[in-house]
């Protein structure tokens, strides 16, 4: 699809972006508020405060509000283990920060709304303003028999049981409240407008997907020079990353067995980010060629990096896609699985289990990624239709089109 270029320049705007204190959905909106501050509009964020200073960062005015959600740093088993576990904590955090940000921005009505897929109160906001809204979505969209083939079985016995009721009533209860009546399942599953911050590589059953209500703009990176440099050591013939990314980090004996996969591998440099919640020292004793961080900047390594051991984020899934690098999916909780899965499917991974990486599974898989000419075909494909995709500055276009359009 080509890009649209606005037919005029519009006059400066205000919009105002919303999202939830997670890295997986703060980050792929960083790019896009950056081009639109840069193109002159005035973009506020309204973020929890884990998050102001990546925010301000991009020049846009973080407006505060307190989240009920675990932090970004939470231990996962906070967001619970069922389904309900998790809807519940959303719909809960949404009812209580739409106070906070009707008064935030008293006085302050945007020009146009952004919002994460989870930021619901964004589009009650957009309704009682009478002003349009975009998602920006940073994971797969629904596609026409999503609903029969997916969330309906999904959804069948939590509906059935009195706390899936009691959750969509309350649900319905607070739409209706705010004058709104569609059903709790379309509100959150289908906004009106969506740009997808994905390749559409990742996206599932893509031609069933409509085109005039999402559009795949592709990973919206930038440079990511603020989030500093790495540099490939000398001597290191293959180098290789592991990286569950800022969530699912607690994962000590997986790491392990990445150090005896990679450790004894000649010429190879192994780069292990383990996050904040385990202690390097649980790892034992670490060969020469192994580096281990508490985080790194994985888009700097991954540029230079030959393999990428992944647990499929859609984040880290599209970098490893936009660099062209191999990839061993070990995906960890939700969408992850379908994310590996994907990528096998395209042909520049493979998806291993948590439980079937051992080291000597990981190595195998990973010699044999690396050394594959067809493997290195596809993901160089791959790349170069990202590229047409358009990234920031199509998505920039495609809002300010959306401003366009309002003011005509």
């Given at each position: 699809?080509?890009?649209?270029?606005?037919?005029?320049?519009?006059?400066?705007?205000?919009?105002?972006?919303?999202s939830?204190?997670?890295?997986?959905?703060?980050?792929?909106?960083?790019?896009?508020?950056?081009?639109?501050?840069?193109?002159?509009?005035?973009?506020?964020?309204?973020?929890?405060?884990?998050?102001?200073e990546?925010?301000?960062?991009?020049?846009?005015?973080?407006?505060?509000?307190?989240?009920?959600?675990?932090?970004?740093?939470?231990?996962?088993?906070?967001?619970g283990?069922?389904?309900?576990?998790h809807?519940?904590?959303?719909?809960?955090?949404?009812?209580?920060?739409?106070?906070?940000?009707?008064?935030?921005?008293?006085?302050?009505?945007?020009?146009?709304?952004?919002?994460?897929?989870?930021?619901?109160?964004?589009?009650v906001?957009?309704?009682?303003?009478?002003?349009?809204?975009?998602?920006?979505?940073?994971?797969?969209?629904?596609?026409?028999?999503?609903?029969?083939?997916?969330?309906?079985?999904?959804?069948?016995?939590?509906?059935?049981?009195?706390?899936?009721?009691?959750?969509?009533?309350?649900?319905?209860?607070?739409?209706e409240?705010?004058?709104?009546?569609?059903?709790?399942?379309?509100?959150?599953?289908?906004?009106?407008?969506?740009?997808?911050?994905?390749?559409?590589?990742?996206?599932?059953?893509?031609?069933?997907?409509?085109?005039?209500?999402?559009?795949?703009?592709?990973?919206?990176?930038?440079?990511?020079?603020?989030?500093?440099?790495?540099?490939?050591?000398?001597?290191?013939?293959?180098?290789?990353?592991?990286s569950?990314?800022?969530?699912?980090?607690?994962?000590?004996?997986?790491?392990?067995?990445?150090?005896?996969?990679?450790?004894?591998?000649?010429?190879?440099?192994?780069?292990?980010?383990?996050?904040?919640?385990?202690?390097?020292e649980?790892?034992?004793?670490?060969?020469?060629?192994?580096e281990?961080?508490?985080?790194?900047?994985?888009?700097?390594?991954?540029?230079?990096?030959?393999?990428?051991?992944?647990?499929?984020?859609?984040?880290?899934?599209?970098?490893?896609?936009?660099?062209?690098?191999?990839?061993i999916?070990?995906?960890?909780?939700?969408?992850?699985?379908?994310?590996?899965?994907?990528?096998?499917?395209?042909?520049v991974?493979?998806?291993?289990?948590?439980?079937?990486?051992?080291?000597?599974?990981l190595?195998?898989t990973?010699?044999?990624?690396?050394?594959?000419?067809?493997?290195?075909?596809?993901?160089?494909?791959?790349?170069?239709?990202?590229?047409?995709?358009?990234?920031?500055?199509?998505?920039?276009?495609?809002?300010?089109?959306?401003?366009?359009?309002?003011?005509?």
């Amino acid at each position: 699809m080509p890009t649209p270029t606005p037919t005029r320049t519009p006059r400066p705007a205000h919009i105002a972006m919303f999202s939830v204190a997670a890295h997986g959905h703060v980050n792929p909106s960083l790019e896009v508020i950056r081009e639109l501050v840069a193109r002159g509009h005035r973009v506020t964020y309204a973020i929890p405060p884990a998050f102001a200073e990546k925010v301000a960062e991009t020049g846009a005015e973080p407006k505060l509000w307190h989240s009920t959600l675990p932090g970004p740093d939470a231990d996962p088993a906070a967001w619970g283990s069922e389904l309900l576990d998790h809807v519940e904590l959303f719909l809960e955090d949404a009812i209580q920060a739409l106070p906070q940000l009707a008064e935030a921005y008293d006085g302050d009505v945007p020009d146009l709304v952004l919002h994460d897929i989870t930021a619901y109160p964004a589009r009650v906001l957009a309704h009682r303003w009478g002003v349009p809204a975009i998602s920006l979505s940073p994971n797969l969209v629904a596609w026409e028999g999503y609903e029969k083939e997916v969330a309906e079985p999904m959804w069948a016995e939590p509906k059935r049981t009195e706390r899936g009721r009691a959750y969509y009533a309350r649900f319905r209860a607070w739409l209706e409240e705010n004058g709104i009546t569609q059903h709790p399942d379309h509100f959150a599953g289908h906004p009106d407008r969506s740009l997808v911050l994905i390749p559409k590589a990742l996206q599932p059953n893509a031609d069933r997907v409509d085109e005039t209500r999402y559009t795949f703009v592709g990973a919206c990176q930038g440079d990511r020079t603020a989030e500093g440099d790495w540099q490939r050591p000398a001597g290191a013939e293959k180098v290789a990353l592991v990286s569950l990314g800022s969530t699912f980090t607690d994962r000590p004996g997986f790491y392990r067995e990445c150090v005896e996969a990679f450790g004894g591998l000649p010429d190879w440099h192994l780069v292990l980010q383990i996050g904040r919640r385990v202690d390097p020292e649980a790892l034992g004793d670490v060969p020469a060629n192994v580096e281990v961080r508490s985080w790194v900047p994985q888009l700097a390594v991954l540029r230079q990096a030959d393999l990428f051991v992944t647990h499929a984020g859609a984040g880290g899934s599209q970098e490893g896609l936009a660099t062209a690098t191999p990839m061993i999916a070990v995906p960890q909780a939700v969408d992850q699985f379908g994310n590996a899965d994907m990528l096998q499917a395209l042909g520049v991974a493979r998806h291993v289990p948590t439980v079937e990486a051992t080291a000597d599974t990981l190595r195998r898989t990973a010699l044999a990624l690396v050394d594959d000419p067809e493997v290195a075909r596809r993901l160089k494909e791959i790349q170069a239709d990202m590229a047409k995709e358009g990234g920031t500055r199509r998505a920039a276009d495609l809002i300010e089109a959306e401003l366009n359009a309002q003011r005509a």
